[in-house]
């Protein structure tokens, strides 16, 4: 059973940086895995994807040229960096991978952007 475990939230200024992390259990073989976020009243939206092998990403366009994704090739490990962060950034960030037809998602970790 796949299990995801998000870490890295906190609160930031406006303009700062802030790095997220996201590592997969329960499985020997390497998987696409994303970000998402979700702020309260709203349905969760993709930030970031990348490919089993890190060569193809996909982004959000509202976080183009501000997020990095990547992954550690060694292990089911991946990367948000999040830089000049804005307030509408604020989002619970989710971790995400997908089994056949069905969404497994991490716990989620809190990013809060102060104006």
């Known amino acids: 059973q796949v299990q995801l475990m998000e870490s890295g939230g906190g609160l930031v200024q406006s303009g700062g940086s802030m790095r997220l992390t996201c590592e997969a259990s329960g499985i020997s073989h390497r998987i696409g895995m994303g970000w998402y976020r979700q702020t309260a009243g709203n349905q969760r939206e993709l930030v970031a994807q990348?490919?089993?092998?890190?060569?193809?990403?996909k982004y959000a366009d509202s976080v183009k040229g501000r997020f990095t994704i990547s992954r550690d090739n060694g292990k089911n490990m991946i990367f948000l960096q999040m830089n000049s962060l804005k307030p509408e950034d604020t989002a619970v960030y989710y971790c995400n991978t997908k089994r056949g037809a069905s969404d497994v998602w991490g716990q989620g970790t809190q990013v809060t952007v102060s104006s």
């Open positions: 990348i490919s089993t092998g890190g060569g193809n990403t």
